[in-house]
């Protein structure tokens, strides 16, 4: 039996380019794990093992590693900081127990790590805070630090300061022990000393030292009484008030150095085994109806003699075969188990479980509560699906993933590989849930969905290089809808004769425009039986069935309400079937009259420009429809927050590249569906037509 107060599963995220998988590489170089360690920028870092990840120096899958510290076993999972692929993060923070916040010394709290962090509170995730490349020019410690508590609303517990900065920057100081550690410059993590603080810090070490302690005993009260009485508590003591802390919530301990130059990085992984929950520690997850998906009060207990409990949260395909990477809440697995996919209702057999070093990986005979493990050659088992003990069925809370918002046509160059393409999207599709495909019926063209431009590039390049698929790909098309704006009271009467028994339905309703965001509501307000209970649900299914497609240019509709208030019915000839036609035709016959409109996505945009470009940078959103809603200064530049019809997006960044000389960055996520103006909505509604006609 493992001892679980010595496991830790953490997690790094951050924006793109704070360093996250450099920081990856510096944990496993000083655990031991790896011998050299290899850097992003020559593509050869351990967790980055995609060939898309090593060219563009980018994180897209997270990768989980296993190490030891100090006696104690650390589930690392390397997480993406791009935007486009934040179900990654979402997942992995899902199942994991604390977490390491990276942030650029210089860059501070970006528009990326807000939507991580975001994420992290709402999974009530335990973090500690690293601020990394205090080498780097403009790096700012105390900056970064404000930073997170003004932009981020959250409490940084300061427990290193940097000795020197940018080119001079030699170590740090442990606040807490007042004691500076001191790297030399080969460069090597190992070549460090402990020395006295130096001369001109002793101040300013006191004063971080006493507001360490001061929020560190408000977690004791017994403790903090004596404090006020002049009694300095024990570091013991000191350590488990951090720790009690950092679970709750109640602050986050923050560490800096920088990864790349090797400074800094033991004293983070100090504080995960110090300070971060083992899996014992943190609320276990809730059990949900199979159903309706609300909890049941049940709790996945993390112990070993529980049975099995089990999440899928990340399918992976590679050289290998199919990988399904499980988080075990309660129980164990052992090889040649059969274990039960509580949302499929089948069984399957475990066959070979390995634990993950990136790609390389280590044969498991049992795991057990608490680990992160793959199970290899799993058939139908998706992300966010329970596995469970065949006798005790549970469902763990799902995992609810976004919709995609961009979609581009594709085809194969050559007819052969249609087959190819077919099964290759199909382990896609598997291993990302943020991604979807479907195909066109009319045309028959495979249409691929995804979060932004990005996330479409990169899977196509998956396509051509790991499947060997060349595609012909179709410019990006916006996922518009329509929706009406107008009350609507009509009244539709299906009949129909022709030999043997014949339809009947009539009905009288009401369409109305709903809330935003409800989709289709139907409600039925008849009365004296003039259209029978049983024929409800048909009326319903008629009118939900065509919200697929509008009338305008037939994109999905969405939040309209129908009311069914009257109608008429034959004893004989009035069906389930007569009253679903008849909900159709009353459907086309009542939307064109309630002021039918086209809805475009706006996307929520965060621009960082140098301060000569921001005139530019405005200029320009505001021609592309934008409405700019912040402007921040910050030390490198600009940050503008603003919404912009996504149709005005595409290829944004080649744009912004060339206004600001290549500084400019961006990054846009979802926000809402709103009006287009009358003038866009002809154009697409036109075009529409004309692909139609061309078919």
Known sequence: MADLSKYRNIGIFAHVDAGKTTTTERILKLTGKIHKTGEVHDGESTTDFMEQEAERGITIQSAAVTCEWKGHRLNVIDTPGHVDFTVEVYRSLKVLDGGIGVFCGSGGVEPQSETNWRYANESEVARCIFVNKLDRMGADFYRVVGQVE????????VMTLPIGI??????????????AYIWDETGLPENYEITDVPADMVEKVEEYHEMLVESAVEQDDDLMEAYMEGEEPSLEQIKACIRKGTRDLAFFPTFCGSAFKNKGMQLVLDAVVDYLPAPTEVDPQPLTDKDTGEPTGDVATVDADEPLKALAFKIMDDRFGALTFIRIYSGRMKKGDTILNSATGKTERIGRMVE????ERNELTEAQAGDIIAVVGMKNVQTGHTLCDPKHECTLEAMIFPDPVISIAVAPKDKGGNEKMGIAIGKMVAEDPSFQVETDEDSGETILKGMGELHLDIKVDILKRTYGVELVVGQPQVAYRETITQEVEDSYTHKKQSGGSGQFGKIDYRIK???????????????GGNVPKEFWPAVEKGFASMMEEGVLAGFPVLDVEVELFDGGFHAVDSSAIAFEIAAKGAFRQSIPKAGAQLLEPIMKVDVFTPDD??????????????MIKDQEAGAMGVRIKGEVPLSEMFGYIGHLRTITSGRGQFSMEFAHYAPCPQNVADAVIAAEKEKKAAK
Not at 166 to 179: A, N, R, S, Y
Request: hydrophobic share 35%; proline share 4%; aromatic share 6%.
């Open 166 to 179: 940018e080119d001079q920057f030699t170590g740090v100081v442990d606040v807490l022990e007042k004691k």
């Open 513 to 527: 425009p709903g809330e935003i965001g409800s989709g289709f509501t139907f409600s039925s307000s008849v009365v």
């Open 150 to 157: 003004k932009v981020l609303g959250a409490n940084p517990l």
């Open 613 to 626: 470009n921001v005139g530019d940078v405005i200029g320009d959103l505001n021609r592309r429809r934008g």
């Open 356 to 359: 993950m070093q990136a790609d």
